[in-house]
């Protein structure tokens, strides 16, 4: 599976963006889905997942309430609805698929494919 990412860009503090991931090489269907970051200076860290199967979703709690993971498998993309965006929100955002277990969502070594990531800066 290749994934690409898109949609970032230059936002001020309390603006929206939707990021994309397309996939292609083969469907994402059986796939759960999810959406990582990682800032300047720090580690990746989980934002949002969205298992295949039955669609639940999962956010870490930094974004809750906030963002939405949507997959439309349809068209073989998943997007991240991001709105209210502060700046601590400022990173690179990757895309990633994968067959993790419901305990090791969260986590970006249990996903085997990854976009090559989109930047969000969010000023303030």
């Known amino acids: 599976v290749q994934l690409q990412a898109s949609g970032g860009g230059l936002v001020q503090a309390g603006d929206s963006l939707r990021l994309s991931c397309a996939a292609s090489g083969r469907t994402i269907t059986g796939y759960t889905m999810g959406w990582f970051r990682q800032a300047p200076g720090k580690e990746r860290e989980f934002v949002a997942t969205v298992r295949w199967s039955i669609g639940s979703t999962y956010y870490a709690d930094s974004v809750k309430g906030r963002f939405t993971i949507s997959r439309v498998n349809a068209k073989n993309t998943v997007y991240l609805q991001m709105n209210s965006l502060k700046p601590e929100d400022t990173a690179v955002y990757y895309c990633?698929?994968?067959?993790?277990?419901?305990?090791?969502?969260?986590?970006?070594?249990?996903?085997?494919?990854w976009g090559q990531g989109t930047l969000v800066t969010v000023s303030s």
């Open positions: 990633a698929a994968g067959t993790p277990i419901l305990s090791a969502l969260t986590e970006g070594s249990m996903y085997n494919y």
